[in-house]
Nanobody
Framework: QVQLVESGGGLVQPGGSLRLSCAAS????????MGWYRQAPGKERELVAS???????NYADSVKGRFTISRDNAKNTVYLQMNSLKPEDTAVYYC????????WGQGTQVTVSS
C-alpha cells in the first residue's frame, strides 16, 4: 500500500503562484513515476505533469512554461510549482504514484480567481 498526502492548495489571484507538495509513504519502489492530475467540475481528469525517478518530466501543453514539477527521492516527495496562474487552472489537483499500479492522493483544491 502507498499513501499520498497533498498540501499547498488554496485561493490565488490570476497571475499568482502556488506550490503543491505530495509526500508518499508505505511500500515505495525506488523506480517509480509521480505526477499531478487535475479535474475541474464537469470535466475529465487530465495529466498536468509527471516525473520519473531519474528526473525526466512531461507536461500538458496548457501548463508548459508556467508549471514546474520536481521531486526529492530521499523524501519520496513530488512538488508542483505553479506560476502565472489562470482561472482555467482552477481544479482539484491530485497527486499520483505509479510503480506496479496507480495510487492517488485525496486531492487539493486550487482556485484562481480575482
Amino acid at each position: 500500500q502507498v499513501q499520498l498526502v497533498e498540501s499547498g492548495g488554496g485561493l490565488v489571484q490570476p497571475g499568482g503562484s502556488l506550490r503543491l507538495s505530495c509526500a508518499a509513504s508505505g511500500s515505495i519502489f525506488s523506480i517509480n513515476i509521480m505526477g499531478w492530475y487535475r479535474q475541474a467540475p464537469g470535466k475529465e481528469r487530465e495529466l498536468v505533469a509527471s516525473i520519473n525517478s531519474r528526473g525526466s518530466t512531461n507536461y500538458a501543453d496548457s501548463v508548459k512554461g508556467r508549471f514546474t514539477i520536481s521531486r526529492d527521492n530521499a523524501k519520496n516527495t513530488v512538488y508542483l510549482q505553479m506560476n502565472s496562474l489562470k482561472p482555467e487552472d482552477t481544479a482539484v489537483y491530485y497527486c499520483s504514484y505509479f510503480a506496479t499500479r496507480y495510487y492517488w492522493g485525496q486531492g487539493t483544491q486550487v482556485t484562481v480567481s480575482s
